[in-house]
């Protein structure tokens, strides 16, 4: 499966399929800045889940985020669509970067 098949499997239900965001639950994916202050966090997010408030364009969200065991990579292809997709260009991300911050997870 290719960064879009897992983000379309695994995001797009809470994200939207623009990364949007939903509502007041799931915050939009399409804050550059946003983006790359936390790309080294994404895969602790992505893989771990996540329940603490996010604050993005001064909008609170305090949704919980359920973890996604999926493999490192499936991780570093879905972590690639995302900050290359929603008007993002923050080039490529490897397995071996995704073993790194998972490494750092806190």
Known sequence: MNGRDLYIKHCQNCHGAKGEGLGELAPPLTDSVFMRQRKQQL???IKNGYSTPV???GKVYEGKMPD???ANID???LIVYITNGFGHQQGM??????????????
Not at 93 to 106: F, G, I
């Open 93 to 106: 991300y490897s397995t071996d970067q995704v073993e790194k911050d998972l490494a750092n997870c806190k």
């Open 43 to 45: 895969a602790c997010i």
């Open 68 to 70: 996604f065991n999926l």
């Open 55 to 57: 604050t993005v364009h």
């Open 75 to 77: 991780l570093a292809q």
